[in-house]
């Protein structure tokens, strides 16, 4: 064993401080300050991401309907913006956190991000959207548990770990960002990171001496909860613990029927949620491993993350070859999405169950074919695209355009399927109809796996070829239907990073025409840049919460409560 090797250990209660108004729903206070820290998780130093000195950064523990406020302070050398990866913000596009609705934090400056996690339950992840940052960390876990009236749907777990595997490169994420610009591959990664840690030692001649790597201590007989998140940048990987089941129970914010797997396949941006219980005999530890998909260069079979699963009894340390898998089963990885069925007897955000929609009896408003391709030369340079637009981000945000009513900024001209035309940068959004349903086919013509999110919503898969939720093969298509009840104006993006970076983008713009008071107005602290450049002060300033205290000054705090740890998911 390592020396220094970080040990997680798991335990099921935890305390937050949290400011109680006894009159509505709770808020949690969180200072974050961003800034590069240096790390070695390959052996070798390099700079990364942290968050008040922690990679990856913390977790935001909250129940349904808390509002949770993070005020950050940028200590990077460039602008930054945090998303809020399946919090939907319920008529609150203001906090999104992406260029088309926030001006960025500048160097230097802090602003703070005031958001309630309304009628969510389950696991999500957070991280840096601008100028390829999520490359070099910034990333964290999002927990929203059951409200105390509404019974998971499993047995209590007897503990709660979350773990982030992304493939990771040396080179900064500036020199990432420019290699991507430049129209250079982006090649095999030099790791897989487990959790910020690098590879335990399984095999000497593919692994340096030295690195640490992640320790997962747990009890055996146990069940513990795992929510694993692919952080990464466009590698899909494949999540399984030596020798223990996977008991899949929930998918970012949506439960699941219950289903045993050995191993499971995690594109870039997902996050599941599985119990595994502590049922092996510990004469040795055993491999947690996430390793590339869908990749056949020889290269790629030296990249594995490997963390270490450690009983309390253990009798020695893990050794021999990492548990077998096929590294290009396409077919495995489809029959394996198709396998995954939402549990719509269960409770989640409210004490109804989930629900579902009878599809035949829906009236679909707006039908869009979005088709993506391989990078395209535009102007010369590599881009990607959507129907043939790749995004053009303009200097002042498009949710900022539309409340001063600044025309020019953006067309509301997306086209609903490929055009019979040269590819071009554009800013083109959708405009989606409000309260209307929206089907969305994404056909993949590239040769990579691509996986897409849209904010503001959750989705339910309709149609597919292949059966495969969330994520495209390559040559296959994918149906989703939306419910545009969410007023505002939401990203739609390939989670690919390389892919959304290049253009791979748009946004859905839905408005209420009738004047809803319901929606959060612009806040007070906005920043405002390009045209509204001069509308901004020279710092921009925190909201005054009413006096409320920041989590930092806990001694002060008003209301302690003590929290149990229980989790939900939704699907897109």
């Known amino acids: 064993m390592v020396s220094g090797s970080p040990y997680l250990q798991v335990s099921f209660f935890f305390f937050l401080f949290v400011v109680s108004s006894f009159a509505g729903d709770p808020y949690v206070f969180y200072d974050w300050t961003v800034s590069y820290i240096t ?70 400056w802090n602003w703070t991000y005031e958001f309630q996690v309304k009628d969510q339950i389950g696991s999500f992840f957070y991280f ?36 982030f595997i992304s493939d990771s490169y040396t080179k900064s994420h500036k020199g990432l960002r420019k290699d991507v610009e430049n129209g250079v591959d982006l090649g095999v990664p030099d790791g897989i990171l487990i959790n910020g840690y690098g590879p335990y030692r399984y095999d000497p001649t593919l692994v340096k001496d030295g690195i640490v790597y992640q320790i997962i201590n747990v009890e055996p007989g146990k069940t513990y909860r795992f929510r694993v998140h692919n952080v990464g940048i466009s590698t ?67 990249v594995n993350g490997v963390a270490i699963l450690h009983y309390s009894n253990s009798q020695g340390p893990a050794s021999g070859p990492l548990p077998i898998l096929n590294d290009y089963d396409t077919y495995f990885s489809m029959n394996q999405a198709r396998s995954i069925r939402w549990n719509i ?27 993506n391709r391989p990078v395209e030369l535009i102007d010369g340079k590599k881009r990607t695209t959507l129907n043939g637009i790749s995004y053009l981000p303009p200097s002042t945000p498009l949710k ?19 055009m019979n035309r040269l590819p071009k940068l554009d800013t083109s959004v959708i405009n989606g109809t409000f309260k209307g349903f929206m089907e969305i086919i994404f056909q993949n013509n590239d040769t990579t796996v691509q996986s897409y999110h849209l904010d503001g919503y959750a989705f339910f898969v309709v149609g597919v070829d292949g059966e495969q939720p969330k994520h495209v093969f390559p040559g296959a298509w994918t149906a989703i239907l939306v419910s545009l009840d969410n007023a505002g104006i939401w990203n739609l993006r390939a989670q690919n990073l390389d892919s959304w970076y290049l253009g791979q983008e748009t946004y859905v713009s839905v408005v209420n025409p009738e004047a809803d008071q319901s929606e959060v107005l612009l806040p007070e602290n906005s920043i405002y840049c390009g045209i509204l450049s001069s509308l901004q002060k020279d710092q921009a300033q925190r909201v005054n919460f009413s006096g409320a205290i920041s989590i930092s000054g806990s001694s002060k705090t008003v209301f302690i409560m003590l929290i149990i740890a229980l989790i939900g998911h939704s699907f897109r």
């Open 39 to 108: 790390a070695s998780p390959l052996g070798d130093k390099q700079q990364v991401i942290g968050i008040n000195g922690q990679f990856p950064g913390p977790i935001l523990n909250v129940t349904t309907n808390w509002n949770v406020v993070v005020n950050v302070k940028n200590d990077l050398d460039e602008p930054l913006l945090f998303t809020w990866n399946g919090i939907q913000h319920r008529k609150n596009s203001w906090q999104d956190g992406v260029s088309g609705t926030n001006c960025p934090i500048p160097a230097g």
């Open 128 to 163: 840096p959207s601008l100028n390829f940052q999520r490359a070099a960390g910034g990333y964290g876990g999002i927990i929203i548990n059951n409200r105390a009236v509404i019974p998971l749907p499993f047995g209590m777990p007897d503990g709660d770990i979350s773990i």
């Open 236 to 302: 899909s990987l494949n999540f399984r613990i030596q020798n223990h089941n996977l008991l899949l129970v929930e998918t970012e914010g949506s439960y699941t029927i219950q289903q045993n797997y050995s191993n499971m396949d995690i594109h870039v941006g997902q996050s599941y949620s599985f119990l595994v219980t502590m049922d092996q005999n510990a004469s040795t530890d055993y491999y947690i491993v996430a390793s590339p998909r869908f990749v056949n260069s020889s290269d790629w079979s030296k």
């Open 345 to 371: 007897s269960a409770g989640a955000a409210r004490p109804n169950p989930q629900g579902s929609f009878k599809y035949g009896d829906i009236t679909v408003t707006d039908v869009y074919v979005i088709l």
């Open 400 to 418: 900022l355009a539309q409340q001063f009513k600044i025309p020019g900024v953006y067309k509301l001209d997306f086209p609903n399927k490929l």
